[in-house]
């Protein structure tokens, strides 16, 4: 991440930041990285540090978690406005989103579970054929739902019949006619800086609100973006790619475009990014062996980070 300049403009809105875990695990060494990065670029601006509790993923999230995010912040120093803005009680706002985006016409019901879908990819890949994953790895959608009948949407949809909202790429990008950029200030991982062009089809038909709860990761954050004001965010290069579907929903909507300082990442022993589900060592039971928040600031490579008082 680059120094970032200390002088303010009285015209510019108050540079305001996000630190949005999701409570489905502990944090870790990772998630401190990200957090202080927020803290210390709001701190040094006289700006605002928000903590957002991403939990659209109802399934998943749990208080406890939740609990603990707020435990282990506060045990690092980091304070945050209350309340927090909580993505289960905002259902109403990417209910909107998607309403203005069914009115562009460019959402369609997906009715195939994940594992129907995984089965077609097979099914394609198994003559041979190539099929094309997102950045993230997944096979795109392979249904052909988007050219359902509207009376048959609305038949099965009515029959009760599970079904996620899927963006339609092509039509999407067929009435933009430009290339979307963001300033990134930070790097993605092969480097990039400056001004960035998006590349929303890499992800093809994106779900934007999925089959078990209503709205997915992209829509959830950029429509809080939006609306809690945030001119920079501040994340891992890991969502670097994911940039590109939030910047073309911002455009769909009409969102204003942060600016984004995509940071690098903590790598484990085996160069292998941080992560709850591979059992990276949580805050609160580094906490417990007696390592303190100098040592874990120390682990997550912002050592040199002052906590505590805002610089002048
Ligand atoms: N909730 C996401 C996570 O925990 C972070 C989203 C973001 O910073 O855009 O990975």
Redesign the pocket.
């Known amino acids: 991440m680059p120094n970032v300049s200390t002088t303010t403009n009285q015209d510019q809105p108050t540079p305001t930041v996000?630190f949005?875990?999701?409570p489905n695990g502990l944090l870790h060494v990772g998630h401190v990285r990200?957090a202080v990065l927020n803290w210390r670029y709001a701190a040094d601006l006289g700006g605002i540090f928000l903590l957002r509790i991403?939990d659209i993923d109802i399934g998943r999230a749990r208080p406890e978690y939740e609990a603990a995010i707020f435990e282990d912040l506060a045990w690092l120093g980091i304070g945050w406005p209350a309340p927090v803005r909580r993505q289960s009680e905002h259902f109403a706002d990417y209910e909107a989103a998607l309403t203005e985006l069914r009115k562009l016409d460019l959402l369609y019901p997906a009715f195939m579970s994940r594992s129907e879908a995984q089965a077609q990819v097979r099914k394609i890949e198994s003559t041979g054929q190539s099929w094309p994953r997102d950045p993230d790895g997944a096979a795109h959608y392979p249904g052909d739902d988007r050219n359902l009948p509207s009376a048959e949407r609305t038949r099965r949809i009515a029959d009760g019949a599970p079904h996620a909202w899927r963006l339609d790429m092509k039509a999407a990008l067929k009435g933009l006619g430009t290339t979307l950029l963001w300033d990134e200030h930070g790097e993605g991982p092969a480097g990039e800086t400056g001004k960035i062009a998006a590349d929303p089809a890499a992800w093809g038909d994106v779900a934007l609100a999925r089959r078990d709860f209503p709205a997915s990761?992209h829509l959830a954050?950029t429509v809080d973006d939006a609306i809690q004001d945030i001119t920079d965010?501040i994340?891992?290069q890991d969502?670097f790619a994911?940039t590109s579907v939030h910047r073309l929903l911002q455009q769909l909507l009409g969102l204003p475009v942060p600016r984004y300082r995509h940071h690098s990442l903590v790598l484990d022993s085996t160069g292998r990014k941080l992560s709850k589900s591979d059992g990276a060592a949580s805050i609160a039971s580094l906490r417990d062996e007696g390592v303190t928040p100098a040592d874990v600031m120390n682990r997550a490579g912002v050592a040199d980070i002052r906590l505590g008082e805002p610089s002048a």
């Open positions: 996000r949005a875990p999701s990200s991403e990761y954050v965010v994340r891992g969502l994911a």
